[in-house]
């Protein structure tokens, strides 16, 4: 399902435990590490499609997890071209997301990467806020930031602990005061 734009509509997962942490995990065969997502079916709502993805790829159930936040309405982002498959139509040019913050109600030893016929992930770990919003794949940074920005105020009144601003934007800020 691609929209009149060129874009798939997705949802995005943030898995929040209790020390404000969060899941992070690698692609299978690649080097690559991002947050759980996936494509939405055309008879699904994003909830819904969320948690279907969330059981595809961490075995987690909607009894496992408290939705705590989604994202105000669809953040968008680009593929490089040469991700783009000009020979088929329509062509999908990137995603439209919706994004969830969700926090942990079960143990660990609840994940299963193996949860679905064709695992996404083959390794996972807890990270500190921000730190995915440096580390996943370039073009899907501007989509991390914002959602992680969404959610900041949230991770930090439900966890009692300060996230602080994303890196990038401090940086922004600092050099559009001249740099001091």
């Known amino acids: 399902m691609i929209d009149a734009d060129g874009y798939r509509p997705n949802v995005g997962i943030v898995l929040l435990n209790g020390d404000g942490r ?40 909607a009894k496992h997890v408290e939705v705590l936040a989604e994202t105000r309405g669809w953040l968008r982002y680009r593929l490089p071209s040469r991700f783009v498959r000009h020979h088929q139509r329509p062509t999908c040019i990137g995603q439209k997301q919706v994004w969830f913050l969700l926090r942990l109600k079960c143990t660990e030893d609840t994940f299963r ?26 073009f899907k940074r501007q989509v991390y930031e914002r959602a992680l920005r969404q959610f900041a105020p949230t991770v930090e009144t439900v966890c009692s602990v300060t996230v602080g601003t994303c890196p990038q934007q401090a940086e922004a800020e600092r050099l559009a005061r001249g740099g001091e």
Do not use: I, K
């Open 22 to 61: 969060l899941f992070w995990a690698r692609r299978v065969n690649r080097d690559g590490w991002q947050f759980p997502q996936g494509g939405m079916r055309s008879d699904e709502t994003p909830l819904e499609a969320m948690y279907r993805e969330l059981e595809e790829e961490t075995g987690l159930l």
């Open 113 to 138: 990467l193996d949860a679905c016929e064709r695992p996404e992930f083959d390794l996972w770990r807890w990270v500190d806020f921000w730190y995915p919003a440096n580390h996943v794949v370039n």
